[in-house]
């Protein structure tokens, strides 16, 4: 079982920057990929940034040159470092893990969220 806790949200001014960070505890039989998922109020959930076990990255139109995703795996941790925040990036952003947890099955595992709210 996977239990992830991120962190590093806030209010910000337009302009500004944050660093969000995801701890995983837990293992899994392979990781498929590690990423951030971000929801507005009324809104559906919307893929922010992943990277995959061999470390390709795929970003949103919406934040590309903005963000960006890395990860420490001595730490088990992923970052999402968040530049030139506008305030249409405000939402609650998700750590997400997808991974097997044998050798045929695999899961989505979420964090809890965290708030990220940018003033104009």
């Known amino acids: 079982q996977v239990q992830l806790a991120e962190s590093g949200g806030g209010l910000v001014q337009a302009g500004g920057s944050l660093t969000l960070s995801c701890a995983a505890s837990?293992?899994?039989?392979?990781?498929?990929?590690m990423g951030w998922y971000r929801q507005a109020p009324g809104k559906q959930r919307e893929l922010v940034a992943t990277i995959n076990s061999g470390g390709a990255t795929n970003y949103a139109d919406s934040v590309k040159g903005r963000f960006t995703i890395s990860t420490d795996n001595a730490k088990n941790t992923i970052y999402l470092q968040m530049n030139s925040l506008k305030p249409e990036d405000t939402a609650v952003y998700y750590c997400n893990r997808r991974g097997y947890y044998s050798v045929t099955s695999w899961d989505d595992y979420w964090g809890q969220g965290t708030q990220v709210t940018v003033s104009s």
């Open positions: 837990g293992s899994l039989f392979r990781i498929i990929a």
